[in-house]
């Protein structure tokens, strides 16, 4: 198997990544030589930053620190898809799609991570603060407090 390093993002928690990983995300070029990033490529350098924070790249609709980068994240998967049927409107090329695949995008995300690993977020989340009221906008990890706030109220319905 690869040889994996741990590194920990701004909130303390470990991440962990192959070698390969963390060469693929250090050798990504973001900003083209002699000319300004464009749009584009200006979300895709705060992609390559979520994804250095938070070791993946599934960035929530309304990312609390930056909600215009998960609707651009949602905006790659629908043009990928024009892209695959042929449509001429999608804007998705080879470099672009090569680039999102290097950094791990996930073309077909469901917004709800694996159960497994929010509940490993959630036991991480009590270690640290020594309970499990995760506030809904929790602003390091907007994904866990809406998780939370959805396994109490499936709870109740049960």
Known sequence: TEQQSCKKNQ?????IFTKNQIQLLNNIDVEPKGRRLGPWERSFKELVSFVREFGHARV??????????GAWVANQRQSYKRHLKG??????????ILLLKKIGFEWECNTSQPWDRSYAELVSFVQEF????????????PSLGMWVSNQRHCYKRH
Do not use: C, E, T
Request: hydrophobic share 25%.
């Open 60 to 69: 929530p609709y309304k990312f609390f620190r930056n909600p215009s980068l």
């Open 87 to 96: 449509d001429s409107s999608s804007y998705m090329i080879a470099d672009r």
């Open 130 to 141: 020594g309970h499990a009221r995760v506030p809904q906008r929790f602003p390091s990890n």
């Open 11 to 15: 909130n303390g928690d470990s991440l």
